[in-house]
């Protein structure tokens, strides 16, 4: 698997923010071609005190994964993505943080 990670800062208004995100942005988001899973976690909690790499708990987090680096490529070209990141960046650009990787599922 492969994820594609945003991070969003705490907006100033968040009940604007939530509203948008939910009923406008994850809708684009859910059509992006190749899409497997996405999963927004609403950040309760900081555990640990802010520092260089977290200076602040974020407002949420959205994890979308994808079959692999080539399928997220691809993905990212495709209409349907260029929709939603022309969204992101017009309600969210300056509060969000966005990180790709390689993701191991660790069986228990």
């Known amino acids: 698997m492969h994820t594609l990670t945003a991070i969003y800062r705490t907006p100033e208004n968040k009940e604007e923010f939530d509203n948008h995100y939910r009923d406008t942005h994850t809708p684009l988001a859910k059509q992006m071609e190749g899409l497997r899973k996405m999963e927004v976690t ?62 191991e599922e660790i069986a228990l």
């Open 42 to 103: 609403w950040v309760e909690k900081m555990l640990t005190p802010g520092n260089d790499t977290l200076p602040a708990a974020p407002h949420l987090v959205c994890t979308m994964y994808f079959d692999d680096a080539e399928a997220l490529n691809q993905s990212m070209k495709s209409p349907n993505s260029r929709a939603a990141a022309k969204d992101l960046m017009g309600f969210a650009g300056p509060l969000v943080s966005m990180i790709t990787g390689r993701t």
